[in-house]
């Protein structure tokens, strides 16, 4: 095992990084049947490896768009309507919204393009997926990507001894409330979306979203107080990882990133964005892209 770090800064980064254009990628639209729940996901690129994208909370595919734009010429690239979103199906009840259960339409949708495995990318909700994804299912993982998600077991142990992220994991014991989704809204959950054009697309696809369950999450899958750090094993990651954490990132601190290289059993790349949040895929699209570009396109 070896680890790399990338800072922002590297030259040879730039060197691979994409112009993104204010335009929207050209995407085909299709659903995968999972045990009777339809997931929507759009389809853009005609050759080369699968690449699946996985968006976070509170979010839809479109948040993948420079991404797909950028990759959909050496990828095939997919990017999924979480359960629970836009025009994905919001089945009733927190147990659908387990861990085990947002694996599985993952797997449904790659076995819905006819294929075996993939590349997996994880944003934020995404991320803890993808991290799942890619240990329940590693015959089904050709490499992983997350991005501001750190490993659950890095998260879970900051919850546990970091009074900052303890703070700042308010919002997710807020979620966790009874009839939590009742004081949410699709203009409240939309204002981090700062172009004006995205963000009428943004409102209308949480305006088709379902409040409830998108909470969900949090209520069935995230670490509730008192927090305890968990000193049992992980399923140890097999496949090559990158991980693209903001630094700003004030929900998912970046202390939780400390010592991930423990849990894989593969190379880890891992690449701090200063001046970018939680969504950095958004703050710094160019960047992100570029760093993508250059790591899936790499030698194994």
Not at 184 to 203: G, P, S
Request: glycine residues 4%; aromatic residues 12%.
């Amino acid at each position: 095992m070896y680890s790399v770090i990338i800072k922002y800064f590297f030259v040879f980064v730039f060197l691979f990084t994409c112009e993104v254009k204010a335009k929207d990628a050209i995407v085909t639209h299709h659903y995968a049947n999972n045990d009777g729940v339809k997931i929507h996901y759009v389809k853009a690129g005609e050759t080369g490896p699968l690449v699946v994208m996985l968006h976070g909370f509170p979010d839809f595919w479109y948040s993948w768009n420079e991404q797909i734009i950028a990759l959909q010429n050496t990828h095939r690239v997919v990017a999924m309507d979480m359960r629970g979103y836009n025009r994905s199906d919001k089945p009733k009840g927190i147990n659908h919204y387990s861990i085990s259960k947002l694996v599985s339409d993952v797997e449904a949708v790659i076995q819905d393009i006819g294929e075996k495995k993939a590349v997996v990318i994880g944003h934020d909700w995404g991320g803890m997926v993808a991290w799942n994804f890619a240990m329940l299912r590693p015959d089904m993982t050709d490499r992983l990507i997350v991005l501001n998600l750190p490993h659950p077991k890095g998260l879970s142990r900051e919850l546990a001894n970091n009074p900052d992220q303890q703070k700042n994991s308010q919002y997710a014991r807020d979620f966790q409330r009874p009839d939590s989704h009742k004081y949410l809204n699709a203009e409240k959950l939309t204002n981090w979306v700062k172009d004006k054009n995205k963000r009428k697309k943004y409102l209308k696809a949480i305006n088709n979203s379902d409040f409830e369950a998108m909470l969900n999450y949090y209520k069935r899958n995230y670490p509730r107080p008192p927090y305890e750090d968990n000193a049992s094993e992980p399923i140890r990651i097999t496949m090559p990882v990158l991980i693209i954490h903001g630094l700003d990132d004030k929900a998912l601190l970046h202390g939780a990133l400390n010592r991930t290289w423990e849990w894989i059993d593969s190379d880890l790349t891992l690449v701090t964005v200063p001046d970018a949040g939680h969504f950095v895929h958004h703050d710094k699209p160019n960047f992100v892209n570029g760093t993508l570009k250059m790591w899936l396109m790499r030698e194994r």
